[in-house]
């Protein structure tokens, strides 16, 4: 199936605010679905979540908090070990890596505690920007505004940035919404891109945002595909 193209041209602001509105109220109870206890937690589950469901991250991490329940156990984990446990989550040697390796370093330079501030998170290994500023608004109540690939694919499809980058999506959407719900704002978006504006093809006709949104108005104009037919 064709992908749907973005918008070339933003919505007004006035639109812009009053969809954020609609998004506001419709997921008023949003919160990350990462299971988590902690920071060091939560900051291993971001890691582990890349190219996987948030309920395959919450299948493995019980098991792996239960054997290494800190920083400290986990910095000086077999690789092997940690590989079996996270391996249905994907990219598992990487990612078993990475944790590892951002134990370690939480463990020596930063007494055993996970860092709340962007520098430190992302000085991490294996720690980018989207990681750290979810570790930030979800564990430290810090405003941050993670752009993955639902936030990036909704905040295009409804016309609020034309950005090529993540950080340049990020840099539209913080000028939109009020510094202490740009944690929120990401919820609203990631929880709409699951349940409604799905890619590759997104549920319009049951879209609250429908009469606002650019992309809702040229996907219900065209006529749906016709099934192909088995042979
Ligand atoms: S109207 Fe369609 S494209 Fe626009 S936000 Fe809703 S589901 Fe996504």
Request: with cysteine; net charge positive.
């Amino acid at each position: 199936m064709p992908a749907i193209p973005f918008p070339k041209k933003r919505v007004s602001r006035s639109v812009a605010l009053e969809q954020l509105k609609i998004l506001e109220r419709t997921y008023p109870k949003a919160t990350t679905a990462l299971e988590h206890a902690n920071p060091y937690e939560l900051l291993i589950a971001v890691i582990l979540s890349a190219q996987c469901t948030d309920a395959r991250v919450n299948m493995i991490t019980p098991q792996l908090f239960a054997r290494y329940p800190t920083a400290k156990e986990l910095a000086s984990a077999k690789q092997r070990d940690v590989e079996r446990i996270i391996k249905s989550c994907g990219f598992f040697r990487a990612k078993a890596k990475n944790v590892i390796r951002a134990a370690h370093d939480i463990t020596e330079r930063f007494g055993g505690t996970v860092p709340g501030d962007r520098e430190s998170l992302e000085s991490l290994a294996g720690v980018g920007r989207k990681t750290a500023s979810v570790v930030m608004a979800n564990a430290f109540d810090e405003p941050a505004l993670a752009v993955d690939t639902h936030v990036f694919r909704v905040a295009h499809r409804l016309g609020l940035t034309l950005g090529k980058t993540p950080l340049d999506v990020e840099r539209d959407l913080v000028q939109l919404v009020p510094k202490a719900k740009w944690g929120l704002a990401t919820h609203w978006l990631i929880l709409h891109g699951r349940a409604i504006c799905k890619a590759p093809r997104p549920l319009c006709d049951r879209c609250p945002l429908l009469q606002l949104c650019p992309t809702g108005k040229v996907v219900m104009k065209k006529p749906a595909q016709p099934k192909r037919l088995r042979r």
